[in-house]
């Protein structure tokens, strides 16, 4: 659960307002057969969650399958809308320390010397 809560983690967030009921979605979630189509037990690093709170938040350990093989999280997150669908957070955060860190775009990564 502490790697769901560091915000340091670099994550990816992304946020879907669908028109189905949250229970329904929760139910797309939560059930292994619903999940497969969309989420593949293979990419998952174990098929239970790490974090669970009832109708609300979801979140599993994810593994890269191609070398060398970071670990991530991804958090499932459901509120209602005002229009009975549901607002869908998706919070994806690398927690493998492995990982290098992005350079900025607009860096020409070259290292120089500086006269005396």
């Known amino acids: 659960m502490d790697d769901v809560l560091n915000e340091a983690a670099p994550a990816l967030v992304m946020e879907q307002r669908l028109p189905a009921p949250p229970g329904r979605v929760w139910r797309a979630l939560c059930d292994p057969a619903l999940r497969e189509r969309w989420l593949p037990a293979a990419d998952l690093a174990d098929p239970q969650p790490c974090l669970c709170e009832e109708g609300r938040v979801l979140g599993f350990h994810l593994r890269d399958a191609q070398p ?13 809308d005002d229009s009975g669908g549901t607002v869908l957070t998706i919070v994806h955060r690398l927690t493998d320390l492995r990982a290098p860190l992005p350079l900025a775009a607009n860096d020409d990564h070259r290292t120089m010397m500086r006269a005396g």
Do not use: D
């Open 68 to 80: 060398p093989h970071l670990h991530s999280l991804v958090c499932f997150q459901l509120r209602a």
